[in-house]
């Protein structure tokens, strides 16, 4: 069940987790400890040098050996986090911990500890947290080398036809090698991570625009709305008309409010 609200909690965790998901996005912050994560088929760790976006249906779990502390944001689908921050972490979801992310992680475990951090306040952290996360999955794409080359490629060209061989091409390797370094890389294949940017992008226009669903399908690089409609099953639990009703609904709680 999707949490209504964002919430802002700090959690420790004891041994290991089963494997579970849910609807809303979470993004997570060391403050004490590590702990060994698998989210969908990326495996890593969040300890001082790196944070987690866990996008919202992404099977995940997590396993801490001794004292441990995580600063936590339980964060609905139509939120805050900037474009391009979702898709990204669907793709690749760790992310460096520099020193500005580290002190926000620590500020804010500190106040939320003393119940000084209101909602307002929680709203704020999580926005700033969003900026420097952004910042990060830039840093990591516009680095240097092959990899980061085909990630511009394929943000600018998601809806083309792109194929392995074709980006190996571009990244100037043979097919084999692209592929290893690839998913080293990134944590993801070609294609899933083509698939998460598709996906992000038909998601925005689902819910910014009033555009078919037919269209929406062909505009973000798919055959059709089937295999749109598909993928999103497939990779989120979801469809395209969930997607957009649940969109609606939300609008609409909101204009009854005001």
């Known amino acids: 069940?999707?949490?209504?609200?964002?919430?802002?909690?700090?959690?420790?965790?004891?041994?290991?987790?089963?494997?579970?998901?849910?609807?809303?996005?979470?993004?997570?912050?060391?403050?004490?400890?590590?702990?060994?994560?698998?989210?969908?088929?990326?495996?890593?760790?969040?300890d001082a040098r790196s944070g987690l976006v866990v996008v919202g249906g992404t099977p995940?779990?997590?396993?801490?050996?001794?004292?441990?502390?995580?600063?936590?944001?339980?964060?609905?689908?139509?939120?805050?986090?900037?474009?391009?921050?979702?898709?990204?972490a669907s793709a690749s979801p760790f992310f460096a911990i520099d020193e500005p992310l580290d002190h926000l992680a620590r500020y804010v475990s500190s106040e939320a500890g003393t119940?000084?951090?209101?909602?307002?306040?929680?709203?704020?952290?999580?926005?700033?947290?969003?900026?420097?996360?952004?910042?990060?999955?830039?840093?990591?794409?516009?680095?240097?080398?092959?990899?980061p080359r085909t990630l511009e490629v394929i943000d600018a060209r998601y809806a083309e036809p792109l194929t392995v061989p074709e980006l190996a091409r571009m990244a100037g390797l043979g097919v084999s090698r692209f592929y290893e370094r690839f998913r080293r890389e990134t944590g993801r294949t070609p294609a899933d991570w083509i698939a998460a940017i598709r996906l992000e992008r038909?998601?925005?226009?689902?819910?910014?625009?009033?555009?078919?669903?037919?269209?929406?399908?062909?505009?973000?690089?798919?055959?059709?709305?089937?295999?749109?409609t598909r993928s999103f099953r497939r990779r989120q639990g979801t469809t395209p008309g969930t997607v957009r009703r649940a969109n609606a609904t939300s609008n609409a709680v909101s204009r009854r409010a005001d």
């Open 202 to 228: 038909a998601a925005d226009l689902l819910r910014d625009t009033d555009l078919p669903i037919a269209d929406i399908a062909l505009a973000v690089g798919f055959s059709d709305q089937s295999a749109l």
């Open 60 to 88: 995940h779990a997590g396993c801490v050996v001794g004292e441990n502390r995580f600063v936590v944001f339980d964060v609905p689908r139509e939120s805050i986090l900037p474009e391009g921050i979702v898709a990204r």
């Open 115 to 147: 119940g000084k951090l209101d909602v307002a306040a929680s709203h704020h952290a999580m926005a700033l947290l969003a900026r420097s996360i952004g910042r990060q999955f830039r840093r990591r794409e516009h680095g240097t080398g092959p990899i």
């Open 1 to 46: 069940m999707a949490t209504p609200h964002m919430t802002l909690s700090i959690r420790s965790y004891r041994g290991r987790e089963s494997v579970h998901a849910h609807e809303f996005h979470q993004v997570v912050l060391p403050v004490l400890g590590a702990m060994d994560v698998k989210v969908g088929s990326a495996a890593g760790v969040i």
